[in-house]
C-alpha cells in the first residue's frame, strides 16, 4: 500500500534487499549490475538448455514473490559460438527473443564483434556535431572544445574498457568525429591532425581507452 520515492536512498536499499538472494540454488552464472542481470551456461548437448530454463523459472518465482516483474521486453538471448540447433530460452509464459546483446549500453554480437556498438556511436556524434556546427557561432577553441568534450566525447568513450574497437576501420569510424571537431576550430588550419590534437591537448580513443 505503500512506495519508495523515485530516486531515494530507500529505494536503492530495498531493491539491495529484494534481489541480494536472487542467485541462491541458481545452477547457471548469474551476473548482477544494480538492475541488470545476466544468467549465462555453456551449452554443448540438445539437453544443455535444460539448467538455464530451470533457473529462468526460478527467477520468474523470486520476482513474483517479491512483487516486482522483469522487464521481459528487454530480456534477449545471446547465441556465441557455432551451436546448434540454438536453443530457445523462455521466461515465464513468454519466449525471449534472440539478438544482440546490449549490456553496459554496449552492444555485441555473437562473435563478440562491437561493430555495431561503433557505428551507432559514430551516428550520434555526428548528429552532436552538426549540431554544435549550426548553433555555435564562435570557431575557437574556447568555443568549439568545452562542447566537443561535454556532448560528443562521452560516446565513444562510455565503458570503451569494455568495447575497444578491435577491427581499424571501427577505430577509424570512431576517431573521424574528434578529427571533424578539431578541424572546426580556426586557426589550426596548418597543422595536420596528429599535430591539431597535440595542440589541443586530446588524446586519440585508442590511447585513451588504456588508462
Request: overall charge neutral.
Amino acid at each position: 500500500m505503500s512506495s519508495v520515492p523515485q530516486g531515494s536512498v530507500w529505494g536503492l536499499a530495498l531493491f539491495n534487499i529484494i534481489v541480494g538472494d536472487m542467485d541462491s540454488r541458481i545452477e547457471c552464472i548469474l551476473s548482477k549490475l544494480v538492475d541488470d542481470s545476466m544468467l549465462c551456461d555453456a551449452v554443448d548437448k540438445l539437453d544443455g538448455s535444460d539448467a538455464m530454463e530451470r533457473d529462468l523459472d526460478k527467477l520468474e518465482r523470486c520476482a513474483h514473490a517479491n512483487l516486482i516483474n522483469f522487464s521481459k521486453a528487454n530480456c534477449k538471448v545471446l547465441h556465441m559460438g557455432r551451436v546448434k540447433p540454438k536453443h530457445k530460452c523462455r521466461l515465464g509464459r513468454e519466449w525471449i527473443e534472440s539478438s544482440p546483446e546490449k549490456d553496459l549500453e554496449v552492444l555485441l554480437d555473437e562473435k563478440l564483434s562491437t561493430t555495431q556498438q561503433c557505428v551507432l556511436a559514430a551516428q550520434e556524434d555526428n548528429r552532436i556535431l552538426g549540431c554544435i556546427k549550426s548553433s555555435v557561432r564562435s570557431r575557437s577553441r574556447e568555443g568549439i572544445l568545452p562542447f566537443y568534450s561535454a556532448l560528443v566525447r562521452v560516446h565513444p568513450e562510455s565503458c570503451i574498457q569494455v568495447w575497444s574497437p578491435q577491427h581499424r576501420t571501427d577505430m577509424d569510424l570512431l576517431e573521424r568525429g574528434q578529427r571533424m571537431a578539431a578541424e572546426m576550430i580556426r586557426g589550426l588550419e596548418h597543422l595536420c591532425s596528429e599535430e591539431k590534437l597535440r595542440e589541443l591537448g586530446l588524446f586519440s580513443l585508442q590511447k585513451r581507452s588504456l588508462q
